[in-house]
């Protein structure tokens, strides 16, 4: 679905159904998932530019173009990534796209398995965890339902990483929304609800607890669409205070 959402060619006919449905309840899904993804970009960024020099990348899709790996090589080569889903298609098909790579790779599991996630031997292989690490779960927590507790799991992983480490996160809400996209949100909220994969919004504050014991970098909790972004966003684009994004360093 992201990969319809940002015009990818790396999807299934079930995911284009649905994506007509999405799109039709609400039409700026895409914007939205186009602010994402820069956000992803300007994210792994600000973390090479800090030191770090290894990505697990959870809820990743199909690494395409201007993906973690691509975007950490311009400014490090040797960065290392392991990219995690739960769709084994998705996985099979980036497990292909990198698998002349010795840097990257891509295994099948779920955001709520953490240990699976981080004792995978492929993990192990890439991922020193005495070393600062970049966590990245873009686009992917509001698929945790409350019930799973989800300040736990984040906790989960965070309790495995070296100080020094940083997580990026972004999440869909509706806290700013006009009335028009807030409806529309919601009743996508619903469709979702009907999937494998349901979503859940949550508000600012619920967004901001989720760093609870890490230090929130500047600009702290952001629209996705403005963090550490230098160019203005558009004040009447519905998609822009659609969701929050923040990144924070492990102490």
Known sequence: MYDLYLGGTHNYPVDRAFYESAVQICPFIPDLARHNRRFLQRAVQFTVNSGIRQFIDIGSGVPTVGNVHEVAHEIEPDTRVVYVD???????????????SAVATAIPADLRQPDVILDHPDTKRLINFDEPVGLLMVAVFHFVSPDANPHALLRSYLDRLAPGSYVALSHITVDDATPVAREQLENLE?????????AYLRTRSEFTAL???????????????????????DPHDPARPCGYAAVGRRL
């Open 86 to 100: 739960n769709d084994s298609e998705a996985v099979v098909t980036a497990q292909e796209i990198l698998e002349d």
């Open 190 to 198: 619903r469709a979702y609800g009907s999937t494998s994969n349901p």
């Open 211 to 233: 760093f609870d014991g890490l230090e929130i970098v500047e600009p702290g909790v952001a629209y996705v669409s403005d963090w550490r972004n230098v160019q203005p966003a």
